[in-house]
């Protein structure tokens, strides 16, 4: 049956992703290690958007624990691809988990880090399996994740300059990554207006306009000059 075989899929996929996440801290910063910057803990807004930012706040001490960013400073990423890789996983892991849930009718799961929660959804796999709709988005999600993780830990994405000014900090540091159909801001001092965004609170995280987003905001003036 086409659900049946979409579950089945995911199960690969899941699999691969247990195998592979683990080896994206290790890339972070080769051979390097430094003391954690601790910010004070800010209580976290309601519902979904809350608990992925509370678990993407552990995540970045982690990275801090690796050195990815120097205590008492607000630096790039050392090695932006890995820590996007990152970033775009764990929330893509948690709000999967958290639809597989809901459609399943089963309460809220707890927090946890990012292999624990795959492995809650494989064990799920059964009921998926059930739900031909679900068993594909549960497949689709997790091979996109399985492959952004694989082409962050093989060669290096494709970086291309784009011409003017950022329309939120005004700087020439504008990149296309065509592999992922974007384009992002890479000055680590950029915010956008949304007070919500990550780049406001998560050091790792910089702006991204889908490929559609920036031919508008091109067409409007609104991408700078």
Same mark, same amino acid.
């Given at each position: 049956m086409p659900e049946e075989s979409s579950a089945a899929q995911a199960a690969l996929w899941i699999t691969t992703l247990l195998q592979q996440f683990p080896e994206l801290s290790a890339e972070l910063v080769p051979g390097r290690t430094a003391p954690a910057h601790h910010r004070p803990s800010v209580p976290p807004p309601p519902g979904l958007a809350g608990r992925i930012r509370e678990e993407r706040e552990?995540?970045?001490l982690l990275q801090q624990r690796h050195g990815l960013v120097a205590p008492g400073h607000s630096a790039a990423p050392l090695r932006l691809h890995i820590s996007d890789a990152i970033r775009d996983i764990t929330d893509g892991v948690i709000e999967l988990e958290e639809a597989v849930r809901d459609r399943l009718g089963l309460p809220r799961a707890r927090r946890a880090p990012v292999p624990e929660r795959l492995r809650r959804i494989a064990s799920l796999l059964d009921g998926i399996a059930a739900d031909p709709v679900l $068993? #594909?988005?549960v497949r689709d999600e997790t091979r996109r994740m399985a492959r952004r993780c694989a082409r962050a830990l093989g060669d290096t994405e494709t970086v291309v300059r784009v011409f003017g000014r950022c329309p939120w900090c005004d700087s020439v540091s504008l990149r296309a990554f065509p592999d992922r159909s974007a384009v992002l801001c890479i000055n680590p001092a950029c915010r956008c207006p949304d007070p919500v965004c990550g780049c406001h609170d998560d050091p790792a995280y910089r702006h991204t306009w889908d490929e559609g987003e920036w031919?508008? #905001? #091109? #067409?409007?003036?609104? $991408?700078g000059a």
């Open positions: 552990e995540a970045l $068993a #594909a988005h031919e508008r #905001a #091109a #067409a409007t003036g609104e $991408a």
